[in-house]
């Protein structure tokens, strides 16, 4: 069984920064990439930001530049810092851990954006 916690949520003003944190354990079929998704209300979940296993980064044209993601190996971790945050960057946000067998959820994690 897989499980992931996240944190870092939250509200912030247009402008600001916050940084999401994403912690997975248990019994991951590896390798796995790591990411994060993304839904506002009314949207589709959109991806976000993704690392595979080897360290090679994609991110959603509307957030290059802006936002970075970084991964931990040793604690199976993902990290996605978040700047000049926009209100169109209100939205929940997920985790994501993507297997070869099977795609693991966070919870979700709250983003508000407004001043």
């Known amino acids: 069984q897989v499980h992931i916690v996240e944190s870092g949520g939250g509200k912030v003003q247009p402008g600001g920064s916050l940084r999401l944190s994403c912690a997975a354990s248990g019994s991951i079929f590896r390798p796995y990439d790591m990411g994060w998704y993304r839904q506002a209300p009314g949207k589709q979940r959109e991806l976000v930001a993704m690392v595979t296993s080897g360290g090679t980064t994609n991110y959603a044209d509307s957030v290059k530049g802006r936002f970075t993601i970084s991964r931990d190996n040793a604690k199976s971790t993902v990290y996605l810092q978040m700047n000049s945050l926009k209100p169109e960057d209100t939205a929940v946000y997920y985790c994501?851990?993507?297997?070869?067998?099977?795609?693991?959820w966070g919870q979700g994690t709250q983003v508000l954006v407004s001043s």
């Open positions: 994501n851990v993507h297997t070869l067998v099977y795609d693991h």
